[in-house]
């Protein structure tokens, strides 16, 4: 296969087409409009349809509507414009509406900046908008893993018929590399049953995202709240790297996760042994290989570029087992291997005694 | 090994094209390579910067604390980037548009006319980023030149073939400025 360096933006447009994605709706922010260019280029090509609405409002429900008639619908946004996009996502999840939703995030909160950040983890795991539900939360460290979770995003969208995000950084957004195209061939899932396709014979349809008769409320989110138990059984990906027997676990995702990778190996040229998990789904979260490596290491370090997100998620994994510290940068700063060292050294000297976080 | 390479200057200089070509050329020769470019407010303020990074394993962090070789195009940029090297790294500096002395204890620094040799020896002012990628990748040895020229045949293709030709001269003149060693000294 051959190999293309490429930006991540376009790679993830590109494979997003792949999937058999070809109906796109988005509103420019950067750093993630060239996903929008590509598909601008790219769609009419396959006989699809690129839309720049008229806001990023206007854009998740344009997707609502493309994703009732069972069509394969992806859209894309950035810090404010993807706050914008919060109520449509909810409605999603009510409608239980099959989508992906790419958000590069950048700086925050407001207008923020456009730099590289982890700010948006609360707003991707807990529920950006209101209500009870989940969004599976995909979140890739290079350009191959963006293309290659890409694909696995339809696939899981159609399975759970729920939207799923896909959370990079501006740093991978921005960034080329090397990327292989391999498209998995994920089966098919039907949408018969339930897609808005035009009654003709058959019975009526109606996709709805309120049922004002407060029992039926409740079935819908207890339906919902089974989907949620399914995926946190089957869905959990990870990767572990580094030391079997390590001093310390570092704990980092997406453009993080590779910076501690760094780490590890620079680590090792000091005599230090540390290991990396590195979350691939935000949600659901993978606690258990978390608190099993907690465990063996004794203590953990949480790097994030934010100032202190998922670290809440790590420190209810481990359920107060090992100490859990913090290294945060935020405002589009990217954390270094040189201070995330001297972290590390602090920790394994200082024990108990180390500060807790950072700020 | 893994060489990382923080190039910079005005925007207009070909800093990313520098960096593409770079980092085609590692990919060609089977590296692991990242290439990741100023976007932010230093594009918005006119002047650039490219981090490669061409490595024999998986690369981690895609930006540099402390790179291995510095090109600097233009003065902001040397005083910005080049003070980052590495101990036993190289800067190598566009001497055409940068007149300051510049040094730093460790690293070696090679003063290219970028600018000169791009319009007088490779025939277009418009391939000074080939003259310092010549330059540089003569003193680096990061990749192969037949993959540097692979690169630019391959990035250029469907250009005019005149373009294509001062591109690749370019490369050379570079090259053949540091392999007679007569560069110039402060």
């Known amino acids: 296969m051959q190999k293309i360096l490429m930006k991540g933006n376009d790679a993830v447009a590109e494979a997003a087409v792949q999937a058999g994605c070809n109906l796109y709706f988005g509103y420019p922010i950067t750093p993630q409009t060239e996903i929008s260019e590509y598909l601008s280029r790219r769609l009419p090509d396959t006989g699809g349809v690129f839309l720049q609405a008229e806001s990023e409002i206007g854009a998740i429900y344009m997707v609502y509507g493309a994703a009732a008639a069972g069509k394969r619908v992806m859209t894309s946004s950035s810090g404010p414009g993807f706050s914008l996009k919060q109520e449509g996502i909810s409605y999603l999840c009510s409608a239980e509406l099959p989508c992906v939703l790419v958000n590069i995030s950048r700086g925050g909160p407001g207008l923020g900046n456009i730099q590289p950040s982890q700010a948006d983890y609360f707003q991707a795991v807990k529920g950006g908008g209101h209500g009870d539900y989940r969004v599976l939360v995909l979140a890739p460290c290079s350009v191959q893993e963006l293309v290659d979770l890409t694909y696995l995003a339809f696939y899981l969208a159609d399975k759970y018929r729920n939207p799923v995000e896909i959370l990079g950084d501006g740093m991978l957004?921005?960034?080329?590399?090397?990327?292989?195209?391999?498209?998995?061939?994920?089966?098919?899932?039907?949408?018969?049953?339930?897609?808005?396709?035009?009654?003709?014979?058959?019975?009526?349809?109606?996709?709805?995202?309120?049922?004002?008769?407060?029992?039926?409320?409740?079935?819908?989110?207890?339906?919902?709240?089974?989907?949620?138990?399914?995926?946190?059984?089957?869905?959990?990906?990870?990767?572990?790297?580094?030391?079997?027997?390590?001093?310390?676990?570092?704990?980092?995702?997406?453009?993080?996760?590779?910076?501690?990778?760094?780490?590890?190996?620079?680590?090792?040229?000091?005599?230090?042994?540390?290991?990396?998990?590195?979350?691939?789904?935000?949600?659901?979260?993978?606690?258990?290989?978390?608190?099993?490596?907690?465990?063996?290491?004794?203590?953990?370090?949480?790097?994030?570029?934010?100032?202190?997100?998922?670290?809440?998620?790590?420190?209810?994994?481990?359920?107060?087992?090992?100490?859990?510290?913090?290294?945060?940068?935020?405002?589009?700063?990217?954390?270094?291997?040189?201070?995330?060292?001297?972290?590390?050294?602090?920790?394994?000297?200082?024990?108990?005694?180390?500060?807790?976080?950072?700020? | 090994m893994q060489v990382e390479t923080l190039v910079g200057g005005f925007g207009g200089q070909g800093i990313l094209f520098f960096g593409r070509i770079l980092a085609i050329a590692g990919m060609l020769q089977n590296f692991e390579v990242s290439w990741y470019p100023s976007y932010g407010p230093e594009m918005r303020g006119g002047t650039a910067n490219c981090t490669i990074i061409v490595a024999d394993q998986e690369i981690g962090s895609p930006v540099s604390d402390h790179p291995h070789l510095c090109v600097a195009m233009n003065e902001p940029s040397l005083h910005r980037y080049g003070i980052l090297v590495k101990k036993g790294g190289n800067v190598v500096i566009n001497s055409s548009l940068i007149g300051t002395e510049w040094e730093k204890d460790g690293v070696h620094v090679d003063l290219v006319p970028g600018n000169s040799l791009a319009m007088e020896k490779a025939g277009d002012p418009r391939v000074l980023n080939m003259v310092l990628l010549g330059a540089a990748n003569e003193r680096m040895h990061i990749v192969s030149f037949e993959y540097l020229y692979a690169a630019v045949k391959d990035q250029l293709s469907g250009k005019p073939q005149g373009l294509v030709d001062h591109n690749l001269k370019a490369i050379d003149v570079g090259r053949d400025y540091i392999l007679r060693g007569d560069v110039a000294c402060w």
Not at chain 1, 214 to 243: I, Q
Not at chain 1, 272 to 278: D, E, G, K, S, W
Request: glycine share 8%; charged share 30%; with cysteine.
């Open chain 1, 173 to 359: 957004g921005q960034m080329m590399e090397p990327v292989v195209f391999r498209n998995p061939d994920y089966p098919d899932i039907s949408k018969e049953e339930w897609v808005i396709t035009g009654k003709k014979t058959r019975e009526r349809r109606i996709i709805l995202c309120f049922a004002l008769d407060p029992k039926e409320l409740e079935k819908l989110n207890l339906h919902l709240a089974e989907k949620y138990a399914e995926m946190e059984r089957s869905e959990v990906l990870y990767e572990v790297y580094g030391s079997e027997q390590p001093e310390l676990l570092l704990v980092g995702y997406g453009t993080v996760g590779r910076i501690l990778k760094s780490v590890v190996r620079e680590a090792e040229k000091q005599g230090i042994r540390l290991a990396l998990v590195r979350p691939v789904t935000l949600y659901p979260f993978p606690k258990e290989i978390l608190r099993g490596q907690a465990r063996k290491a004794g203590k953990a370090l949480v790097v994030e570029m934010n100032l202190g997100q998922m670290v809440e998620d790590v420190k209810l994994s481990v359920e107060g087992d090992v100490p859990v510290y913090f290294h945060g940068r935020s405002g589009g700063m990217i954390p270094t291997v040189e201070e995330i060292m001297h972290r590390v050294e602090e920790i394994l000297l200082k024990g108990g005694e180390a500060r807790e976080n950072n700020l």
